[in-house]
């Protein structure tokens, strides 16, 4: 039997605590005073005076006015400093790849959409995109400083290699692709882990301890936030919610698998049913997804319900395996049928959820918008950067 070693905390180990608690108090709820800061992070105001006279001295904290105290002299209010350094965000979606410039605070400077034929996955291409569109960002924003280039992605993470059985990558090493055109710290993770982490941290889930972001697009999958932590499972495959079977021996799915969950909520799965009963649906994906909402004929609504069915029935085995407070549906087919088909939705959950953790949970649309993955994308070396206390680490890549 192995002997854990517990190593003795340092003075550094200590200040680099102290750092990190002090800069996330202000990073999620800014501006703050000393004294506010000490009431959050538990310690001392001389211990936050030694921390933000640091961070004001690295220029990752600034003065941001003051506030009148009672009978006292005013208080100074600070805020994290947004042109300390900029992130980049990546999406890399089902048509398209999508690159954003973030300022510190999750400010959108630049963005450049790089369309891709739908179900053509060359990595090559993937690559050659994401750094055609993160050179014009860089330049259409006139950044200088990098902290890091966060990449959602389809699939599974391992060591920056790619698994994503859907587009027929296994094992694709998408970061080293990426490294032979840039020298920007690199993090890649899966794309509805990203949207999660955008959602937990500025959207619906703020504050939730306990949630399942489900992303619904061209692909679905779900990212799940336990006490406040990320649940990835052994490797970082956690959350393939679209290919949990759904019908036994039923619709293909392009994951070479019968019945998921995908073959009848993905985007391409419900269009495919509306074309069936309209021909004249217009061809490019999310054009027939609008047109299906928006369509009032017998025929229509019919594929309206059964998507519904079919997504309430997936949120209540959600709901019954992770009992979380909330399940916030988001991914750009997600929001778009959501309004329609959201009551029928929670409905079909409550059929098929045990009742007491049903009651306890919420069913939301995200807040963010069908662009959260890449703004969740760019959190991910803004994540490292706070968990750091600020201070910078230059290794070249990150793989989440």
Not at 205 to 220: F, H, K, N
Not at 234 to 259: N, V
Not at 341 to 366: G, K, M, N
Request: with cysteine.
């Amino acid at each position: 039997m192995g002997v854990a070693v517990h190593r003795k905390l340092t003075v550094r180990d200590l200040r680099a605590g102290n750092r990190a608690r002090v800069l996330r108090a202000l990073y999620f709820d800014q501006p703050r005073s000393r004294q506010e800061i000490a009431g959050v992070t538990g310690l001392s105001q001389a211990s936050v005076s030694t921390v933000v006279a640091e961070l004001l001295s690295d220029g990752v904290v600034v003065e941001a006015g003051q506030v009148d105290s009672d009978g006292g002299r005013p208080r100074i209010l600070l805020r994290v400093n947004p042109a300390f350094a900029a992130v980049v965000g990546v999406d890399v979606g089902e048509t398209h790849v999508l690159v954003e410039v973030f300022d510190l605070t999750l400010q959108r400077l630049a963005e450049a959409t790089i369309p891709m034929e739908p179900d053509v996955h060359s990595a090559d291409d993937v690559a050659r995109r994401v750094l055609a569109g993160l050179d014009r960002c860089l330049a259409d924003s006139g950044v200088g400083d990098v902290l890091g280039v966060g990449i959602g992605v389809p699939g599974q993470v391992e060591r920056g290699r790619v698994y994503a059985q859907t587009v027929g990558w296994h094992g694709v090493a998408l970061e080293r692709m990426l490294r032979d055109g840039t020298e920007l710290p690199l993090f890649l993770d899966n794309g509805a882990n990203t949207l999660g982490q955008a959602e937990v941290w500025f959207g619906a889930g703020r504050g939730t301890g306990d949630a399942v972001v489900a992303l619904i697009g061209s692909g679905v999958g779900a990212s799940v936030i336990a006490g406040g932590v990320l649940y990835r499972g052994s490797s970082g495959g956690a959350g393939e919610w679209g290919h949990t079977t759904i019908a036994l021996d039923g619709r293909p799915c392009r994951c070479g698998a019968q019945g998921c969950l995908e073959a009848y909520i993905g985007a391409s799965a419900v269009v495919e049913r509306y074309r069936a009963v309209r021909a004249d649906a217009p061809a490019e994906q999310e054009a027939a997804l609008a047109a299906l909402v928006v369509d009032g004929s017998p025929e229509a609504r019919h594929v309206l319900a059964e998507t519904a069915r079919y997504t309430g029935v997936g949120i209540a085995n959600l709901i019954n395996l992770f009992n979380p407070s909330q399940v916030i549906v988001g991914g750009w087919a997600g929001l778009l049928l959501g309004p329609e088909i959201l009551e029928d939705v929670r409905a079909e959950a409550a059929r098929h959820a045990l009742h007491r953790p049903f009651e306890q949970a919420s069913i939301t649309l995200c807040e963010l918008g069908p662009e959260s993955v890449a703004l969740g994308a760019a959190t991910l070396p803004v994540a490292e950067f706070l968990a750091a206390g600020g201070v910078r680490h230059r290794t070249p890549t990150r793989v989440v």
